[in-house]
Protein backbone atom coordinates (compact mmCIF):
# COMPACT_ATOMS: atom_id res chain seq x y z
CA UNK A 1 0.00 0.00 0.00
CA UNK A 2 3.01 2.16 0.59
CA UNK A 3 6.43 2.07 -1.08
CA UNK A 4 8.91 4.19 0.78
CA UNK A 5 7.64 6.75 3.42
CA UNK A 6 8.99 10.13 2.54
CA UNK A 7 10.55 12.27 5.15
CA UNK A 8 7.33 14.61 5.61
CA UNK A 9 5.41 11.18 6.06
CA UNK A 10 7.56 10.00 8.74
CA UNK A 11 7.65 13.31 10.37
CA UNK A 12 4.26 13.37 10.88
CA UNK A 13 4.67 9.59 11.77
CA UNK A 14 6.91 10.50 14.63
CA UNK A 15 5.53 13.50 16.05
CA UNK A 16 1.95 12.10 16.17
CA UNK A 17 3.91 9.06 18.06
CA UNK A 18 5.37 10.85 20.74
CA UNK A 19 2.55 13.43 21.53
CA UNK A 20 1.22 13.36 25.14
CA UNK A 21 -2.54 14.44 23.54
CA UNK A 22 -4.13 14.26 20.56
CA UNK A 23 -2.93 17.12 18.02
CA UNK A 24 -4.99 19.13 15.56
CA UNK A 25 -3.34 19.92 12.15
CA UNK A 26 -2.06 23.07 12.86
CA UNK A 27 -0.26 21.43 16.17
CA UNK A 28 1.75 18.89 13.87
CA UNK A 29 2.77 21.42 11.03
CA UNK A 30 4.01 23.55 14.25
CA UNK A 31 6.65 20.20 14.12
CA UNK A 32 6.83 19.29 11.25
CA UNK A 33 6.78 22.65 8.73
CA UNK A 34 4.50 23.49 6.20
CA UNK A 35 6.72 21.62 3.18
CA UNK A 36 3.79 18.84 2.64
CA UNK A 37 0.16 18.09 2.52
CA UNK A 38 -0.01 17.58 5.60
CA UNK A 39 -3.70 16.16 4.92
CA UNK A 40 -3.29 13.86 2.34
CA UNK A 41 -0.23 12.95 4.86
CA UNK A 42 -2.55 12.10 7.44
CA UNK A 43 -5.45 10.35 4.83
CA UNK A 44 -1.80 8.17 4.06
CA UNK A 45 -0.90 7.21 7.36
CA UNK A 46 -4.57 6.36 8.33
CA UNK A 47 -4.83 3.97 5.94
CA UNK A 48 -1.88 2.80 6.61
CA UNK A 49 -2.50 1.47 10.09
CA UNK A 50 -5.72 0.73 9.17
CA UNK A 51 -6.29 -3.20 10.24
CA UNK A 52 -2.98 -2.81 12.17
CA UNK A 53 -2.84 -2.87 16.30
CA UNK A 54 -2.55 0.48 16.26
CA UNK A 55 -4.74 3.21 14.11
CA UNK A 56 -4.11 6.38 13.43
CA UNK A 57 -7.85 8.03 14.48
CA UNK A 58 -9.02 11.69 13.88
CA UNK A 59 -11.83 12.62 17.07
CA UNK A 60 -13.22 16.53 17.02
CA UNK A 61 -10.24 17.78 14.73
CA UNK A 62 -7.49 16.42 16.59
CA UNK A 63 -5.16 12.76 15.23
CA UNK A 64 -4.09 10.14 17.66
CA UNK A 65 -2.47 6.63 17.40
CA UNK A 66 -4.60 4.48 19.69
CA UNK A 67 -4.80 0.56 19.94
CA UNK A 68 -7.52 -1.22 17.77
CA UNK A 69 -10.62 -1.50 19.56
CA UNK A 70 -10.30 -5.32 19.61
CA UNK A 71 -7.32 -6.06 21.56
CA UNK A 72 -8.92 -3.68 24.62
CA UNK A 73 -8.70 -7.11 26.24
CA UNK A 74 -5.05 -8.22 25.73
CA UNK A 75 -4.31 -4.83 27.16
CA UNK A 76 -5.45 -5.55 30.50
CA UNK A 77 -3.72 -8.57 31.82
CA UNK A 78 -5.87 -10.15 34.85
CA UNK A 79 -4.28 -12.09 37.43
CA UNK A 80 -6.21 -14.33 39.95
CA UNK A 81 -5.11 -13.62 43.35
CA UNK A 82 -6.64 -16.11 46.34
CA UNK A 83 -8.11 -14.34 49.05
CA UNK A 84 -10.46 -15.47 51.85
CA UNK A 85 -13.72 -13.67 52.75
CA UNK A 86 -13.65 -12.12 55.75
CA UNK A 87 -16.07 -12.66 58.89
CA UNK A 88 -18.31 -10.17 57.64
CA UNK A 89 -18.76 -10.57 54.29
CA UNK A 90 -19.36 -14.52 55.11
CA UNK A 91 -22.33 -13.42 57.64
CA UNK A 92 -23.87 -11.32 55.26
CA UNK A 93 -23.43 -14.05 52.29
CA UNK A 94 -25.08 -16.68 54.68
CA UNK A 95 -27.86 -14.85 56.08
CA UNK A 96 -28.60 -13.93 52.16
CA UNK A 97 -28.61 -17.75 51.55
CA UNK A 98 -30.69 -18.60 54.22
CA UNK A 99 -33.34 -15.31 53.98
CA UNK A 100 -33.16 -13.97 50.80
CA UNK A 101 -34.85 -11.93 48.94
CA UNK A 102 -33.41 -9.61 51.85
CA UNK A 103 -32.86 -5.78 52.33
CA UNK A 104 -29.61 -4.09 53.95
CA UNK A 105 -32.15 -3.71 57.06
CA UNK A 106 -32.92 -6.87 57.04
CA UNK A 107 -29.34 -8.36 57.24
CA UNK A 108 -28.46 -6.08 59.86
CA UNK A 109 -31.50 -7.28 62.05
CA UNK A 110 -30.56 -10.64 62.06
CA UNK A 111 -26.45 -9.91 62.22
CA UNK A 112 -26.90 -8.09 65.08
CA UNK A 113 -24.40 -5.66 63.52
CA UNK A 114 -24.45 -3.38 60.91
CA UNK A 115 -23.04 -4.17 56.96
CA UNK A 116 -20.37 -2.20 55.87
CA UNK A 117 -20.90 -0.65 52.32
CA UNK A 118 -17.42 -2.69 51.35
CA UNK A 119 -19.56 -5.93 52.23
CA UNK A 120 -21.87 -6.16 49.61
CA UNK A 121 -19.86 -4.81 47.03
CA UNK A 122 -17.52 -7.93 48.43
CA UNK A 123 -20.33 -10.28 47.58
CA UNK A 124 -21.19 -9.12 44.34
CA UNK A 125 -17.34 -8.74 42.71
CA UNK A 126 -17.38 -12.38 43.91
CA UNK A 127 -20.58 -12.97 41.83
CA UNK A 128 -22.03 -14.47 44.38
CA UNK A 129 -25.19 -12.15 45.47
CA UNK A 130 -26.83 -9.43 42.91
CA UNK A 131 -29.41 -7.15 43.77
CA UNK A 132 -33.08 -9.05 43.18
CA UNK A 133 -35.77 -5.66 42.75
CA UNK A 134 -36.50 -3.14 45.56
CA UNK A 135 -38.84 -4.26 48.47
CA UNK A 136 -42.45 -2.75 48.11
CA UNK A 137 -42.74 -1.01 51.40
CA UNK A 138 -41.81 2.60 52.76
CA UNK A 139 -38.22 3.66 51.04
CA UNK A 140 -38.80 0.62 48.83
CA UNK A 141 -34.93 -0.95 49.74
CA UNK A 142 -32.94 -2.65 47.61
CA UNK A 143 -33.25 -6.66 48.38
CA UNK A 144 -30.51 -8.95 47.35
CA UNK A 145 -30.37 -12.91 46.44
CA UNK A 146 -27.86 -14.91 45.34
CA UNK A 147 -26.73 -16.22 42.17
CA UNK A 148 -26.27 -19.13 39.78
CA UNK A 149 -22.76 -18.71 40.62
CA UNK A 150 -23.00 -19.09 44.46
CA UNK A 151 -24.83 -22.22 44.08
CA UNK A 152 -21.88 -23.92 41.62
CA UNK A 153 -19.45 -22.42 44.09
CA UNK A 154 -20.93 -24.35 47.16
CA UNK A 155 -21.44 -27.17 44.91
CA UNK A 156 -25.29 -26.65 45.80
CA UNK A 157 -27.84 -27.59 43.39
CA UNK A 158 -30.46 -25.41 44.97
CA UNK A 159 -31.01 -22.75 47.58
CA UNK A 160 -33.14 -25.84 49.12
CA UNK A 161 -29.85 -27.77 49.75
CA UNK A 162 -28.64 -25.64 52.04
CA UNK A 163 -28.87 -27.27 55.56
CA UNK A 164 -32.26 -26.06 57.68
CA UNK A 165 -32.34 -25.15 61.43
CA UNK A 166 -33.27 -28.59 62.30
CA UNK A 167 -29.80 -30.03 60.49
CA UNK A 168 -27.35 -27.15 61.83
CA UNK A 169 -28.88 -28.02 65.53
CA UNK A 170 -28.13 -31.30 64.74
CA UNK A 171 -24.97 -30.77 63.96
CA UNK A 172 -24.43 -28.98 66.77
CA UNK A 173 -24.29 -25.60 64.61
CA UNK A 174 -26.36 -23.94 66.51
CA UNK A 175 -24.63 -24.41 70.16
CA UNK A 176 -23.68 -21.48 71.40
CA UNK A 177 -19.83 -20.85 70.58
CA UNK A 178 -18.75 -20.42 74.45
CA UNK A 179 -20.92 -24.03 74.99
CA UNK A 180 -18.47 -26.03 72.05
CA UNK A 181 -15.38 -24.39 73.41
CA UNK A 182 -15.75 -25.79 76.78
CA UNK A 183 -16.09 -28.83 75.49
CA UNK A 184 -19.14 -29.75 77.17
CA UNK A 185 -20.44 -32.47 74.68
CA UNK A 186 -20.97 -34.85 77.07
CA UNK A 187 -23.85 -32.63 78.55
CA UNK A 188 -25.39 -31.83 75.54
CA UNK A 189 -25.65 -35.76 73.95
CA UNK A 190 -27.44 -36.58 77.53
CA UNK A 191 -29.80 -33.69 77.57
CA UNK A 192 -30.34 -34.55 73.99
CA UNK A 193 -31.43 -38.12 74.56
CA UNK A 194 -33.30 -36.99 77.79
CA UNK A 195 -35.66 -35.48 75.42
CA UNK A 196 -36.26 -38.18 72.89
CA UNK A 197 -37.09 -40.40 75.98
CA UNK B 1 46.30 34.63 44.97
CA UNK B 2 45.90 33.52 41.68
CA UNK B 3 42.89 35.77 41.12
CA UNK B 4 44.81 39.01 41.55
CA UNK B 5 47.28 37.80 39.32
CA UNK B 6 44.76 37.09 36.53
CA UNK B 7 42.52 40.57 37.31
CA UNK B 8 45.74 42.56 36.88
CA UNK B 9 46.20 43.12 33.11
CA UNK B 10 49.88 44.57 33.00
CA UNK B 11 50.72 40.78 33.16
CA UNK B 12 51.07 39.58 29.54
CA UNK B 13 49.98 35.91 29.58
CA UNK B 14 51.78 33.71 27.05
CA UNK B 15 48.69 32.36 24.90
CA UNK B 16 49.45 28.86 25.99
CA UNK B 17 48.84 29.10 29.03
CA UNK B 18 45.41 31.24 29.45
CA UNK B 19 44.04 28.06 30.14
CA UNK B 20 43.42 27.59 34.02
CA UNK B 21 45.36 24.71 35.24
CA UNK B 22 41.49 23.20 36.43
CA UNK B 23 40.96 22.65 32.53
CA UNK B 24 43.27 19.45 33.28
CA UNK B 25 42.01 16.33 35.51
CA UNK B 26 44.99 16.00 36.83
CA UNK B 27 48.92 15.35 35.55
CA UNK B 28 47.85 12.07 33.06
CA UNK B 29 45.17 14.25 31.60
CA UNK B 30 47.77 16.78 30.64
CA UNK B 31 50.43 14.77 29.73
CA UNK B 32 47.62 12.83 27.16
CA UNK B 33 46.66 16.55 25.87
CA UNK B 34 50.41 16.99 24.98
CA UNK B 35 50.96 13.86 23.78
CA UNK B 36 48.13 15.16 20.96
CA UNK B 37 50.14 17.93 19.94
CA UNK B 38 52.77 15.49 18.55
CA UNK B 39 50.26 14.46 16.16
CA UNK B 40 50.96 10.81 16.13
CA UNK B 41 49.83 7.46 16.98
CA UNK B 42 50.13 7.18 20.57
CA UNK B 43 52.17 3.96 20.29
CA UNK B 44 54.83 6.14 18.48
CA UNK B 45 55.17 8.93 20.92
CA UNK B 46 58.61 9.45 22.16
CA UNK B 47 58.24 9.74 26.03
CA UNK B 48 61.24 11.95 25.86
CA UNK B 49 59.98 14.45 23.45
CA UNK B 50 56.44 14.43 25.80
CA UNK B 51 58.59 14.52 29.47
CA UNK B 52 60.31 18.02 27.63
CA UNK B 53 57.42 19.41 27.02
CA UNK B 54 55.59 18.56 30.11
CA UNK B 55 58.51 20.35 32.16
CA UNK B 56 58.49 23.39 29.71
CA UNK B 57 55.32 24.03 30.50
CA UNK B 58 55.28 23.47 34.44
CA UNK B 59 58.23 25.81 34.36
CA UNK B 60 56.09 28.50 32.40
CA UNK B 61 53.63 28.03 34.62
CA UNK B 62 56.01 28.35 37.59
CA UNK B 63 57.30 31.93 36.25
CA UNK B 64 53.73 33.23 35.79
CA UNK B 65 53.30 31.74 39.54
CA UNK B 66 50.63 29.74 39.13
CA UNK B 67 49.39 27.60 41.81
CA UNK B 68 50.50 24.35 41.07
CA UNK B 69 48.49 21.27 42.67
CA UNK B 70 50.93 18.85 44.35
CA UNK B 71 50.58 16.65 42.11
CA UNK B 72 51.47 18.42 39.21
CA UNK B 73 54.75 19.29 40.89
CA UNK B 74 55.45 15.35 41.74
CA UNK B 75 54.91 14.27 38.18
CA UNK B 76 57.05 17.00 37.00
CA UNK B 77 59.57 15.62 39.68
CA UNK B 78 59.34 12.24 38.13
CA UNK B 79 59.34 12.58 34.86
CA UNK B 80 62.61 14.96 35.47
CA UNK B 81 64.45 11.74 36.95
CA UNK B 82 62.69 9.81 33.80
CA UNK B 83 64.81 12.55 31.65
CA UNK B 84 68.04 11.80 33.14
CA UNK B 85 67.70 8.57 33.56
CA UNK B 86 66.74 7.81 29.41
CA UNK B 87 70.09 10.27 29.30
CA UNK B 88 72.60 8.00 31.48
CA UNK B 89 74.20 5.61 29.37
CA UNK B 90 72.92 1.80 29.11
CA UNK B 91 75.15 0.13 31.86
CA UNK B 92 73.97 2.87 34.59
CA UNK B 93 70.79 2.31 34.42
CA UNK B 94 69.08 1.70 37.42
CA UNK B 95 66.21 -0.98 38.19
CA UNK B 96 64.14 -0.58 37.03
CA UNK B 97 64.78 0.41 33.90
CA UNK B 98 64.12 4.18 32.28
CA UNK B 99 62.87 2.08 29.26
CA UNK B 100 60.15 0.14 31.64
CA UNK B 101 58.97 3.39 32.64
CA UNK B 102 58.33 4.98 30.35
CA UNK B 103 56.43 2.04 28.45
CA UNK B 104 54.44 2.46 31.37
CA UNK B 105 53.58 6.02 31.14
CA UNK B 106 53.16 5.21 27.51
CA UNK B 107 50.99 2.17 28.06
CA UNK B 108 48.55 4.60 30.81
CA UNK B 109 48.35 7.37 28.67
CA UNK B 110 47.15 4.63 25.40
CA UNK B 111 44.34 3.65 27.79
CA UNK B 112 43.12 6.69 28.95
CA UNK B 113 42.97 7.96 25.66
CA UNK B 114 41.42 4.74 24.41
CA UNK B 115 38.79 5.41 27.36
CA UNK B 116 38.28 8.97 26.51
CA UNK B 117 37.69 8.08 22.79
CA UNK B 118 35.21 5.65 24.23
CA UNK B 119 33.59 7.77 25.83
CA UNK B 120 32.93 10.45 22.89
CA UNK B 121 31.81 7.32 20.57
CA UNK B 122 29.21 5.96 23.60
CA UNK B 123 28.13 9.76 24.16
CA UNK B 124 27.28 10.22 20.52
CA UNK B 125 25.00 7.25 19.81
CA UNK B 126 21.57 7.94 19.35
CA UNK B 127 20.42 8.29 22.93
CA UNK B 128 16.69 7.91 24.26
CA UNK B 129 15.28 11.81 25.06
CA UNK B 130 18.30 13.33 23.15
CA UNK B 131 17.64 11.39 19.64
CA UNK B 132 15.12 9.40 19.96
CA UNK B 133 11.82 9.32 21.39
CA UNK B 134 9.62 6.65 23.14
CA UNK B 135 5.76 8.36 23.29
CA UNK B 136 5.61 10.40 26.13
CA UNK B 137 2.08 9.60 27.41
CA UNK B 138 2.30 5.89 26.83
CA UNK B 139 -1.29 4.10 27.98
CA UNK B 140 0.61 1.72 29.92
CA UNK B 141 -0.55 -1.79 30.17
CA UNK B 142 -2.67 -2.66 32.89
CA UNK B 143 -2.49 -5.69 35.76
CA UNK B 144 -5.63 -6.28 37.21
CA UNK B 145 -5.61 -8.00 40.18
CA UNK B 146 -8.97 -10.20 40.20
CA UNK B 147 -9.78 -11.54 43.40
CA UNK B 148 -10.51 -14.79 43.27
CA UNK B 149 -13.04 -15.51 46.58
CA UNK B 150 -12.56 -18.79 48.81
CA UNK B 151 -15.33 -20.25 50.92
CA UNK B 152 -16.35 -23.22 51.68
CA UNK B 153 -19.92 -24.42 52.35
CA UNK B 154 -18.95 -25.85 55.76
CA UNK B 155 -17.99 -21.85 56.18
CA UNK B 156 -21.33 -20.59 54.87
CA UNK B 157 -23.26 -22.95 57.21
CA UNK B 158 -21.31 -22.84 60.15
CA UNK B 159 -21.45 -18.77 60.09
CA UNK B 160 -25.11 -19.07 59.37
CA UNK B 161 -25.51 -21.59 63.16
CA UNK B 162 -22.94 -19.15 64.98
CA UNK B 163 -25.25 -15.98 63.67
CA UNK B 164 -28.26 -18.01 64.98
CA UNK B 165 -26.79 -19.21 67.89
CA UNK B 166 -25.09 -15.50 68.85
CA UNK B 167 -28.93 -13.08 68.19
CA UNK B 168 -31.57 -15.86 68.33
CA UNK B 169 -33.48 -15.02 71.21
CA UNK B 170 -32.23 -17.20 74.41
CA UNK B 171 -34.71 -20.09 75.43
CA UNK B 172 -34.20 -21.73 79.26
CA UNK B 173 -35.42 -25.01 78.22
CA UNK B 174 -35.35 -27.12 81.89
CA UNK B 175 -34.64 -30.59 80.91
CA UNK B 176 -37.59 -32.80 82.37
CA UNK B 177 -36.07 -35.10 84.93
CA UNK B 178 -36.80 -38.89 84.72
CA UNK B 179 -38.94 -39.59 87.55
CA UNK B 180 -41.06 -42.08 89.13
CA UNK B 181 -44.00 -40.17 90.66
CA UNK B 182 -45.10 -40.89 93.66
CA UNK B 183 -49.01 -42.15 92.96
CA UNK B 184 -47.21 -44.13 90.38
CA UNK B 185 -44.77 -46.03 92.95
CA UNK B 186 -47.62 -46.20 95.18
CA UNK B 187 -49.71 -48.50 92.81
CA UNK B 188 -47.11 -50.02 91.59
CA UNK B 189 -45.45 -51.03 95.12
CA UNK B 190 -49.20 -51.85 96.04
CA UNK B 191 -49.79 -54.23 93.25
CA UNK B 192 -46.35 -56.33 93.42
CA UNK B 193 -46.11 -56.28 97.35
CA UNK B 194 -49.25 -58.59 97.51
CA UNK B 195 -47.75 -61.47 95.66
CA UNK B 196 -44.63 -61.34 97.37
CA UNK B 197 -45.72 -63.48 100.80
CA UNK B 198 -42.36 -63.10 102.57
CA UNK B 199 -40.20 -60.63 103.13
CA UNK B 200 -38.87 -58.99 99.50
CA UNK B 201 -35.96 -56.62 99.16
CA UNK B 202 -37.16 -53.01 97.84
CA UNK B 203 -34.91 -52.85 95.07
CA UNK B 204 -37.25 -55.64 93.69
CA UNK B 205 -40.30 -53.58 93.45
CA UNK B 206 -38.17 -51.29 90.63
CA UNK B 207 -39.28 -52.11 87.28
CA UNK B 208 -36.56 -54.61 85.93
CA UNK B 209 -35.39 -52.72 82.78
CA UNK B 210 -35.48 -48.82 84.46
CA UNK B 211 -32.71 -46.49 82.82
CA UNK B 212 -29.92 -45.17 85.15
CA UNK B 213 -31.13 -42.21 85.50
CA UNK B 214 -34.59 -42.88 86.59
CA UNK B 215 -33.35 -45.66 88.70
CA UNK B 216 -32.85 -43.39 91.85
CA UNK B 217 -36.05 -41.34 91.60
CA UNK B 218 -37.45 -44.73 91.59
CA UNK B 219 -36.33 -46.17 94.58
CA UNK B 220 -36.87 -42.84 95.98
CA UNK B 221 -40.64 -42.99 94.98
CA UNK B 222 -40.69 -46.69 95.83
CA UNK B 223 -39.66 -45.87 99.28
CA UNK B 224 -42.28 -43.16 100.40
CA UNK B 225 -44.82 -45.18 98.87
CA UNK B 226 -43.68 -48.88 101.30
CA UNK B 227 -44.14 -46.19 104.23
CA UNK B 228 -47.17 -44.78 102.91
CA UNK B 229 -48.58 -48.03 102.18
CA UNK B 230 -47.36 -49.48 105.70
CA UNK B 231 -48.90 -46.27 107.32
CA UNK B 232 -52.56 -47.52 105.86
CA UNK B 233 -51.40 -50.70 107.16
CA UNK B 234 -51.18 -52.99 103.75
CA UNK B 235 -47.37 -54.25 104.72
CA UNK B 236 -44.80 -54.51 106.91
CA UNK B 237 -41.16 -52.74 106.28
CA UNK B 238 -37.97 -54.73 107.98
CA UNK B 239 -34.53 -53.63 107.91
CA UNK B 240 -31.36 -54.98 109.84
CA UNK B 241 -29.86 -51.61 110.34
CA UNK B 242 -28.82 -48.24 109.28
CA UNK B 243 -27.76 -48.48 105.22
CA UNK B 244 -29.10 -52.32 105.43
CA UNK B 245 -31.02 -53.64 102.75
CA UNK B 246 -35.08 -52.56 103.36
CA UNK B 247 -37.79 -56.11 103.40
CA UNK B 248 -41.09 -55.68 102.24
CA UNK B 249 -44.11 -57.98 102.62
CA UNK B 250 -47.73 -57.42 102.89
CA UNK B 251 -49.22 -56.97 106.15
CA UNK B 252 -50.67 -60.28 107.76
CA UNK B 253 -52.51 -59.52 111.16
CA UNK B 254 -51.97 -63.27 112.69
CA UNK B 255 -48.24 -62.94 112.18
CA UNK B 256 -47.84 -59.47 113.89
CA UNK B 257 -45.65 -61.06 116.53
CA UNK B 258 -43.28 -62.65 114.08
CA UNK B 259 -39.95 -63.60 115.36
CA UNK B 260 -38.13 -61.13 113.73
CA UNK B 261 -39.56 -58.43 115.34
CA UNK C 1 6.24 -5.84 2.63
CA UNK C 2 3.32 -7.36 4.86
CA UNK C 3 0.10 -8.13 3.59
CA UNK C 4 -2.71 -8.31 6.11
CA UNK C 5 -1.29 -8.92 9.56
CA UNK C 6 -2.34 -11.56 11.61
CA UNK C 7 -4.29 -11.13 15.35
CA UNK C 8 -1.24 -12.19 16.92
CA UNK C 9 1.32 -9.98 15.09
CA UNK C 10 -1.71 -7.14 15.81
CA UNK C 11 -1.61 -7.74 19.55
CA UNK C 12 2.08 -7.74 19.98
CA UNK C 13 1.97 -4.44 17.94
CA UNK C 14 -0.60 -3.13 20.32
CA UNK C 15 1.52 -4.42 23.33
CA UNK C 16 4.30 -2.89 22.80
CA UNK C 17 2.73 0.12 21.69
CA UNK C 18 1.04 1.27 25.44
CA UNK C 19 3.66 -0.24 27.11
CA UNK C 20 5.47 2.21 29.84
CA UNK C 21 8.80 0.60 29.39
CA UNK C 22 10.58 -2.11 27.33
CA UNK C 23 9.11 -5.39 27.44
CA UNK C 24 10.87 -8.52 27.53
CA UNK C 25 9.33 -10.99 25.51
CA UNK C 26 8.14 -13.36 28.83
CA UNK C 27 6.27 -9.70 29.58
CA UNK C 28 5.22 -9.75 26.18
CA UNK C 29 3.49 -13.34 26.24
CA UNK C 30 2.00 -12.29 29.60
CA UNK C 31 -0.32 -10.17 27.56
CA UNK C 32 -0.31 -12.16 24.26
CA UNK C 33 -0.24 -15.89 25.29
CA UNK C 34 1.50 -18.46 23.93
CA UNK C 35 -0.68 -18.89 20.26
CA UNK C 36 2.68 -17.54 18.48
CA UNK C 37 5.73 -17.52 17.03
CA UNK C 38 7.26 -14.47 19.17
CA UNK C 39 10.47 -13.53 17.98
CA UNK C 40 9.54 -14.15 14.32
CA UNK C 41 6.94 -11.73 14.97
CA UNK C 42 9.12 -9.37 16.41
CA UNK C 43 11.51 -9.42 14.00
CA UNK C 44 8.61 -9.27 11.06
CA UNK C 45 7.06 -6.08 13.34
CA UNK C 46 11.08 -4.84 13.30
CA UNK C 47 11.48 -5.26 9.62
CA UNK C 48 7.91 -3.72 8.99
CA UNK C 49 8.92 -0.48 10.69
CA UNK C 50 12.16 0.05 9.68
CA UNK C 51 12.40 3.15 7.42
CA UNK C 52 9.77 4.15 9.44
CA UNK C 53 9.29 7.94 11.32
CA UNK C 54 9.08 5.33 14.32
CA UNK C 55 11.27 1.93 14.88
CA UNK C 56 11.03 -1.76 16.51
CA UNK C 57 13.80 -1.86 18.49
CA UNK C 58 15.37 -4.33 21.37
CA UNK C 59 17.75 -3.41 23.51
CA UNK C 60 19.30 -5.42 26.47
CA UNK C 61 16.44 -8.30 25.58
CA UNK C 62 13.85 -5.73 25.55
CA UNK C 63 11.94 -4.13 23.08
CA UNK C 64 10.12 -0.35 22.47
CA UNK C 65 9.19 1.60 20.22
CA UNK C 66 11.41 4.86 19.28
CA UNK C 67 11.08 7.33 16.55
CA UNK C 68 14.08 7.23 14.09
CA UNK C 69 17.27 9.50 15.22
CA UNK C 70 17.21 11.48 11.83
CA UNK C 71 14.03 13.27 13.09
CA UNK C 72 15.37 14.09 16.41
CA UNK C 73 15.36 18.07 15.67
CA UNK C 74 11.98 18.00 15.40
CA UNK C 75 10.82 15.75 18.27
CA UNK C 76 13.58 17.98 21.02
CA UNK C 77 12.03 19.82 23.21
CA UNK C 78 13.54 22.55 25.38
CA UNK C 79 12.59 20.64 28.71
CA UNK C 80 13.98 17.43 27.40
CA UNK C 81 17.64 18.51 27.50
CA UNK C 82 19.21 16.62 29.42
CA UNK C 83 22.09 17.82 32.07
CA UNK C 84 25.44 17.35 30.47
CA UNK C 85 27.37 14.60 32.13
CA UNK C 86 30.92 16.08 32.97
CA UNK C 87 34.04 14.72 31.72
CA UNK C 88 34.72 12.87 34.84
CA UNK C 89 31.45 11.22 34.82
CA UNK C 90 31.06 10.64 31.09
CA UNK C 91 35.29 8.85 31.67
CA UNK C 92 34.14 6.92 34.68
CA UNK C 93 30.94 5.83 33.10
CA UNK C 94 32.53 4.42 29.57
CA UNK C 95 35.39 3.08 31.95
CA UNK C 96 32.87 1.22 33.98
CA UNK C 97 30.88 0.00 30.67
CA UNK C 98 34.26 -1.37 29.12
CA UNK C 99 35.53 -3.08 31.87
CA UNK C 100 32.80 -3.99 34.04
CA UNK C 101 32.96 -5.28 37.01
CA UNK C 102 35.48 -2.90 38.27
CA UNK C 103 36.22 -1.31 41.52
CA UNK C 104 37.36 2.51 42.32
CA UNK C 105 40.98 1.81 42.32
CA UNK C 106 40.90 0.26 38.75
CA UNK C 107 38.74 3.61 37.33
CA UNK C 108 41.33 5.73 39.31
CA UNK C 109 44.22 3.96 37.88
CA UNK C 110 43.00 4.25 34.63
CA UNK C 111 42.13 8.00 35.16
CA UNK C 112 44.86 8.62 37.08
CA UNK C 113 42.85 10.48 39.15
CA UNK C 114 40.44 10.12 42.27
CA UNK C 115 36.83 9.61 41.31
CA UNK C 116 35.28 12.35 43.24
CA UNK C 117 32.67 11.87 45.20
CA UNK C 118 29.86 13.20 43.14
CA UNK C 119 30.83 11.49 40.36
CA UNK C 120 29.25 7.56 40.58
CA UNK C 121 26.40 9.04 42.36
CA UNK C 122 24.96 10.72 39.16
CA UNK C 123 25.65 7.74 37.51
CA UNK C 124 24.14 5.64 39.63
CA UNK C 125 20.90 8.21 39.69
CA UNK C 126 20.60 8.65 36.38
CA UNK C 127 20.10 4.43 36.31
CA UNK C 128 23.28 3.62 34.52
CA UNK C 129 25.31 2.41 37.03
CA UNK C 130 24.99 -0.03 39.72
CA UNK C 131 26.50 -1.70 42.30
CA UNK C 132 27.88 -4.77 41.67
CA UNK C 133 29.34 -6.95 44.79
CA UNK C 134 32.34 -6.43 46.07
CA UNK C 135 35.91 -8.29 44.55
CA UNK C 136 37.51 -11.04 46.83
CA UNK C 137 41.06 -9.21 47.21
CA UNK C 138 41.59 -7.44 50.61
CA UNK C 139 39.82 -5.12 51.37
CA UNK C 140 36.80 -6.54 49.47
CA UNK C 141 36.32 -3.08 47.24
CA UNK C 142 32.81 -2.46 45.84
CA UNK C 143 32.57 -3.20 42.06
CA UNK C 144 30.28 -1.56 39.94
CA UNK C 145 28.99 -2.24 36.37
CA UNK C 146 26.58 -0.42 33.82
CA UNK C 147 22.69 -1.14 34.19
CA UNK C 148 19.76 -2.82 31.46
CA UNK C 149 18.95 1.07 32.07
CA UNK C 150 22.38 2.23 29.83
CA UNK C 151 21.79 -0.06 27.40
CA UNK C 152 18.77 0.90 26.17
CA UNK C 153 19.58 4.67 26.58
CA UNK C 154 22.73 4.28 24.41
CA UNK C 155 20.74 2.20 22.05
CA UNK C 156 22.88 -1.09 22.64
CA UNK C 157 21.38 -4.57 22.28
CA UNK C 158 23.94 -6.09 24.77
CA UNK C 159 27.64 -4.93 26.02
CA UNK C 160 29.17 -6.16 22.91
CA UNK C 161 27.65 -3.82 21.20
CA UNK C 162 29.55 -1.28 22.61
CA UNK C 163 31.60 0.56 19.90
CA UNK C 164 34.83 -0.18 19.14
CA UNK C 165 35.02 -2.76 22.05
CA UNK C 166 36.30 -5.86 20.19
CA UNK C 167 39.29 -3.79 18.66
CA UNK C 168 40.15 -2.14 21.95
CA UNK C 169 40.17 -5.88 23.56
CA UNK C 170 42.52 -7.20 20.78
CA UNK C 171 44.77 -4.42 21.44
CA UNK C 172 45.00 -4.91 24.67
CA UNK C 173 43.48 -1.59 25.75
CA UNK C 174 41.33 -3.06 28.26
CA UNK C 175 43.92 -4.90 30.41
CA UNK C 176 45.71 -3.36 32.93
CA UNK C 177 49.31 -2.03 32.45
CA UNK C 178 50.92 -4.73 34.77
CA UNK C 179 49.35 -7.07 32.65
CA UNK C 180 50.10 -5.71 29.32
CA UNK C 181 53.59 -5.11 30.66
CA UNK C 182 53.47 -9.25 30.91
CA UNK C 183 52.59 -10.20 27.66
CA UNK C 184 55.14 -7.43 25.92
CA UNK C 185 57.91 -9.20 28.25
CA UNK C 186 59.12 -11.70 25.81
CA UNK C 187 58.71 -9.01 22.75
CA UNK C 188 61.56 -6.35 22.67
CA UNK C 189 59.46 -3.26 22.03
CA UNK C 190 61.14 -1.75 25.34
CA UNK C 191 63.55 -0.96 22.24
CA UNK C 192 61.44 2.73 21.06
CA UNK C 193 62.21 4.98 23.44
CA UNK C 194 66.20 4.01 24.13
CA UNK C 195 66.39 4.67 20.02
CA UNK C 196 64.57 7.85 20.04
CA UNK C 197 66.54 9.61 22.94
Known sequence: MMSEPDDYLRAVEATLFVAETPLTPAEIRLHVGEAGDLSATLQALSDHYAGRGVNLVERAGRWHFQTAPDLAHILRREKDEQRKLSRAAMETLAIIAYHEPVSRAEIEAIRGVQVAKGTLDVLMEAGWVRPAGRREVPGRPLIYATTVEFLTHFGLSSRRDLPGIEDLRAAGLLDPVDLALEGMADQSVVENDAEDA | ?261
Open chain 2, 1 to 261: MTDELFSAPAIPAPHQLTVSFDHWEGPLDLLLSLARTQKVDLREISILALTQQYLAFIDSARQLKLELAADYLVMAAWLAYLKSALLLPRQEQPDPSPEELALRLQLRLQRLNAMRDAAARLMARDRIGRDVFPRRAPEGLRLVKKAQWRASLYDLIATYGQIRARTQPVVHTIAVRPVMTLDEAIRRVGSLVGAAIDWTRLESFLPPDIDPPKAKSALASSFVAALELAKQGRLEIQQDGIFEPIYLRVHMPDAANGPLL
